[in-house]
C-alpha cells in the first residue's frame, strides 16, 4: 500500500491512496518532488514546488500503517509550513475485487489549529477504483453555523488508470468535495469538482488538473479555478 501523494497516487486514485494489498511484509521509503502540490484539486503549495516523503510499513495480512509530509502553504503571511500524515488500515482481495479501509490524521503547525481525521474506503476492479473520505473529528472551532461533526464533510471520487504501453499509465479522476469543514479549510464558497487527467512512466508523472471551485480558493495566487500543469519524480525505497 503506497499513501504518499505523489502525482502518480494521486492522479490514480485522488488523493494518494491505492486498494492492491501486497500480501508480504514491507517496509519501504518515498521521497518525492514536485513544481505543486495538488490535494483534492486544490494547491496546497501557492502554486509553488514541493518536497514530499514517507515511510510506509505492511504486513502480509493486509494491515499496512505510514507517515507522510510535505511543505505547504496557503498564503505568504500564513502560519502554515508542513502537512504531516498519519495513517492504517487494512487491505483485502475478494476474488478481482480490491478492498481498502483506514484511518487518516492530517497534522499541521501548532498555531493553525486545523488538525483533523478522516476514516476512508476504496474499491477497485482492475483498473477503476471508487473512493470516500469522510471527515471524523478536527480540532478546528466553529464560526456561526458551521458544522465539523463527524460524517458532516466528505470527499468522494472515481478513478480509471490503464496502460498505453512501454510502461506508460493514463490515469483519469473526478472528484467531489462538500461539507461546512472543508468550505472553511479549502477556502471555497460551497462544495466543487476536481478533475484531472495524467501521465506517469517509473518516477516521472505529469498531470493536468482542474476545478470549479470559487471564493478565496480561487483567489490570491491560489487560483484554483484555473487549469494547471503539474510535473514530478518521485523514488521508492525498500528497507526491509
Known amino acids: 500500500m503506497q499513501f504518499k501523494k505523489s502525482l502518480t497516487a494521486a492522479a490514480v486514485v485522488a488523493a494518494g491512496l491505492t486498494a492492491t494489498p501486497t500480501y508480504a511484509d514491507s517496509l519501504s521509503a518515498n521521497v518525492s518532488v514536485s513544481n505543486n ?11 509553488e514546488p514541493a518536497v514530499q516523503g514517507g515511510i510506509d510499513y505492511a504486513h502480509d495480512s493486509g494491515f499496512y500503517a505510514g507517515t ?3 511543505n505547504v502553504q496557503y498564503a505568504s503571511d500564513d502560519v502554515y509550513s508542513y502537512e504531516h500524515d498519519m495513517y ?21 503547525d501548532e498555531e ?11 474499491i477497485a476492479w482492475k483498473g477503476l477504483s471508487a473512493s470516500a473520505y469522510i471527515l471524523t473529528n478536527t480540532e478546528a472551532d466553529e464560526i456561526g453555523d458551521q458544522d465539523f461533526d463527524a460524517g458532516e464533510a466528505y470527499y468522494i471520487s472515481i ?39 495524467s501521465l506517469s512512466k517509473g518516477g516521472f508523472g505529469f ?22 500543469f503539474v510535473v514530478s519524480y518521485s523514488l521508492d525505497v525498500d528497507l526491509l
Open 88 to 108: 492504517a488500515g487494512f487491505a483485502f482481495d475478494v476474488g478481482e475485487v480490491s478492498f481498502d479501509v483506514g484511518y487518516l490524521y492530517y497534522n499541521y
Open 112 to 122: 493553525a489549529e486545523f488538525d483533523f481525521g478522516e476514516v476512508y474506503g476504496t
Open 37 to 47: 502540490y495538488i490535494w483534492r484539486g486544490l494547491t496546497q503549495t501557492t502554486n
Open 159 to 197: 478513478d480509471y488508470a490503464f496502460e498505453i504501453g512501454n510502461g506508460i499509465e493514463i490515469g483519469l479522476h473526478g472528484g467531489y468535495h462538500d461539507g461546512d469543514f472543508q468550505e472553511a479549510f479549502n477556502g471555497t464558497d460551497g462544495d466543487y469538482y476536481d478533475y484531472n487527467i
Open 68 to 70: 507522510w509530509v510535505s
Open 207 to 228: 498531470m493536468i488538473t482542474d476545478t470549479d471551485a470559487g471564493g478565496p480558493a480561487s483567489e490570491g495566487g491560489l487560483d484554483n479555478d484555473e487549469v494547471k
